[in-house]
């Protein structure tokens, strides 16, 4: 069996040596064997691990959800409904951000249009505003 040392993981899975090691102390990624010579040996499995956990975080999710999905895929025969539930729950926390960001937007088109910009900032309604703590 081929295996991979540490440079050629990062590499083939497009990160840094650092994350690989930080995935490992978090759980992610399972303790490679090790060389006679004390160098870390992956399998070709863990190229795919390690693309599932990148794709997985850069979809939003944090780090405990992905070791929730690692979890369901040790068993391959079980129904997906616990997989379905977590793409659910992600799906709607993004919906919930993105709502909050909207929220944001309008409140600072608001405040832009409260001001020309031809005051000084002693006088700036924005300014103001902020200062209140009153939203536009």
């Given at each position: ?15 840094n040596l650092e994350t690989i090691r930080y995935y490992e102390r978090e759980g ?109």
């Amino acid at each position: 069996m081929t295996t991979l040392r540490i440079g050629e993981l990062a590499r083939t899975g497009n990160v840094n040596l650092e994350t690989i090691r930080y995935y490992e102390r978090e759980g992610l990624m399972r303790p490679p064997q090790r060389t006679p010579s004390g160098h870390r040996a992956y399998a070709p499995g863990d190229v795919l691990r390690l693309r599932f956990i990148k794709q997985s975080h850069a979809l939003g999710f944090t780090l405990t959800e992905i070791k929730e999905l690692l979890a369901l895929k040790v068993a391959p025969n079980q129904p997906c409904i616990d997989v379905v539930r977590q793409i659910e729950a992600k799906a709607l926390e993004v919906k919930t951000k993105i709502a909050h960001l909207q929220a944001i937007e309008r409140t600072l088109d608001n405040l832009k249009a409260s001001c020309q910009g031809r005051c000084s900032v002693s006088e700036c309604p924005i300014l103001e505003s902020l200062d209140s703590g009153r939203r536009s």
